[in-house]
């Protein structure tokens, strides 16, 4: 499951960032984020939900994690929230840049993981997953959209088929395939369907 951080503050004008403290910070989310980081942290806490088709309650979260070019913590701000109230250690081992590397990193385990990126490079972090319906992964996630979640489900491996696989594509034959879907959040007042 992967989701964007919570809302961000306007660029020089209201809404403004505040920190967990609700001090001042451009590099934190705006209160509406803050919002939306707690009701994330509901929402999973009680996944599966019939209303939130895909979700599940996950036992690994990520989240992009700080670098000397990225001053932002808005995805482990976001991410915060969820992990606490799941007693789950939040990973913030890889940052901006490593998405092959954090692809990898969830592949090892069949855990349901929730990530938390920047939204710019969702799509190329999903690139490295083998996705069965990837003509329907969209090629960027919509800028003006906080409240979605895109999900990977892993398919059911059919008898025989991981040598095919193998030979096929030439991946490794015990590499999982996944069906790509977007679950629209509809957490917080303003938040909307799929379109």
């Given at each position: 499951m992967f989701v964007r951080h919570g809302e961000k503050p306007a660029h020089k004008a209201a809404?403004?960032?505040?920190?967990?403290?609700?001090?001042?910070?451009d590099h934190s989310l705006s209160p509406r984020g803050w919002s939306r980081a707690g009701a994330l942290a509901a929402l999973f806490s009680h996944a599966p939900?019939?209303?939130?088709?895909?979700?599940?309650?996950?036992?690994?979260?990520?989240?992009?994690?700080?670098?000397?070019?990225?001053?932002?913590?808005?995805?482990?701000?976001?991410?915060?929230?969820t992990a606490e109230r799941?007693?789950?250690?939040?990973?913030?081992?890889?940052?901006?840049?490593?998405?092959?590397?954090?692809?990898?990193?969830i592949l090892t385990s069949a855990e349901p993981t929730l990530v938390v990126w920047h939204h710019g490079e969702l799509p190329h972090l999903l690139s490295q997953f083998k996705i069965i319906n990837a003509d329907g992964v969209p090629s960027a996630w919509p800028e003006d959209r906080f409240d979605l979640v895109w999900v990977l489900q892993r398919e059911p491996r059919a008898a025989g088929a991981g040598a095919a696989t193998a030979t096929a594509t030439g991946a490794p034959a015990n590499e999982p395939t996944y069906r790509f879907s977007i679950t629209p959040q509809l957490l917080l007042a303003g938040d909307k369907p799929v379109s």
């Open positions: 809404p403004y960032g505040v920190n967990k403290l609700g001090e001042p910070d939900l019939q209303s939130h088709g895909g979700l599940t309650r996950p036992t690994r979260i990520f989240a992009t994690g700080p670098s000397h070019q990225t001053k932002s913590h808005r995805e482990i701000d976001t991410a915060n929230p799941l007693d789950v250690t939040l990973e913030t081992k890889f940052t901006h840049g490593e998405e092959p590397e954090l692809a990898k990193e």
